[in-house]
Structure formats: C-alpha cells, structure tokens
C-alpha cells in the first residue's frame, strides 16, 4: 500500500516484545505475504496480538480497515481478568470450541469461531461454526463415497457447486447405514444437534432480525457436535 511502518511503531515492538528490528520486519513480511491487503501496521497489530500486546492506539482509520478485512481475531488481543491470577495477570478467556486440525484454513477458521465469540460476536460465530461443520461434512462424504455416482450426496451435478448444507446433512443422515453401528449412532446425534445450524444460520446470515446470543451458542454446544464428527471422521481415515 505504499506505507512503511513508523519508527514509533516499530520502536514499540522492540521493547514490548523483545524482538531486534530485522526479525520484526522479517514476521511482518511473512504476514503481510499471507494477508496482502494489510497495512505495515495493521500487519504489526496481528504480530503484536499473537504475543498476546497490542498497539491499536498507533493505528489510522485506513491501518484499522485494512485489519478489519482480515477478521475480528486479528483485531486485538482477547482476554480477561480472573480474580485468582496474581497481581491481576490477564489469561486468556477459554474457547468455545477446541478441534485440531492439520488443515491450517480449518486451524483459521476454529482461531476465528473462537475470536469471533469472545469478542461477543455470536451472529459471525454461529455462521462460522455452520460454514466449518459443512466442509467437514462434506470431506467425509467425499472419502466414503469417492465414485461419480455418489458426488449427488454432496454436489449438483448440473452447476457443480456445493449442495445447501440442509441437503447435505440430510444425505450424510440417510448415509449413516453405510458406517458402523457405532459410527450410525454418532451421525444421527450429529443430525439432531447440527439441526440448528441447518436452518437458522441462513436466517442469521439473510435476515436483520436474527441476532445470535451467547446463550444460544452454548445450548449449541458446538464442541459436543465437532467431537462427533471426529468420530465420524476418524472411521473414514480423516
């Protein structure tokens, strides 16, 4: 974009977080590689959030944008107060959600639900949690079912794109006999607890009257329905 990181800037990351000036300009390179549209400083902003700081205060109205287009995880560092740290030590607040994968976009994506929530940003977290679910989902109908004639389970086979997430649960519903009884047992939880997901993300993602709740997203339990699909994935050599 032009600009290059202020002195003030670069100065305020060599104290706090015990960097030299070249490896502080190294990491925001590799940053700004993965995220182009970043300002050097809003890129300085998502180094200093991954060292749990932040120099927000040294950020304009364009650095903020620029950062903003990224998603809210890279905005700042998330964290609260418990009263049992010493000397009032801040923690981080605990995820609503742990899945590990070695697909990094799916890493992102769970870094984001989690951000996204303790941001109080429910609306983002319940579609961000229905988009994931969807992919996984579809992943394992795509190692069970690898012929042509089944890629009706997840994909339309005259525009090619991805079937409604609605469709696709279904189907992986309808598919559970082809697994384990253990396995079954597992995709028709899967199917009562993803419902939500199936019909009332697309409510919250059309609809300006459809705002997401922290208490919703704890009914949810989404980490009850992402340990199931792990279940499932595992059988499937995911």
């Not at 290059?4 to 670069?10: G, T």
């Not at 992102?108 to 969807?134: P, Q, W």
């Not at 009850?224 to 792990?230: A, H, N, R």
Request: net charge positive; aromatic share 6%.
């Amino acid at each position: 974009m032009g600009k290059a990181l202020r002195k003030e800037i670069r100065e305020h990351l060599i104290r706090t977080l015990g960097m030299t000036k070249g490896s502080i300009a190294v990491r925001i390179s590799e940053i700004k590689y993965q995220h182009p549209q970043l300002t050097p400083a809003a890129a300085a902003q998502y180094l200093a959030k991954k060292k749990n700081k932040s120099i927000m205060r040294f950020l304009d109205d364009e650095d903020k944008k620029s950062l903003a287009s990224v998603g809210t995880t890279a905005i700042a560092p998330v964290v609260i107060r418990t009263s049992g740290s010493k000397g009032g030590r801040r923690t981080p607040p605990k995820p609503i959600l742990i899945f590990r994968s070695t697909n990094p976009f799916i890493e992102r994506h769970i870094s984001e639900i989690n951000g996204t929530y303790h941001a109080d940003c429910c609306t983002a977290t319940f579609i961000l949690c229905r988009k994931v679910m969807e992919n996984l989902i579809v992943q394992i109908l795509k190692e069970k079912f690898p012929s042509a004639k089944d890629r009706s389970l997840y994909e339309d086979s005259t525009s090619r794109r991805s079937l409604d997430f609605s469709v696709v649960l279904a189907n992986f519903y309808k598919a559970r006999t082809k697994f384990s009884i253990s396995t079954s047992k597992a995709i028709d939880r899967i199917k009562q607890r993803a419902t939500p997901f199936k019909d009332d993300a697309n409510d919250k993602a059309h609809s300006l009257f459809h705002i997401a709740s922290r208490g919703e997203m704890e009914t949810a339990n989404v980490q009850e329905i992402f340990e199931l699909i792990t279940i499932v994935m595992k059988e499937v050599g995911l």
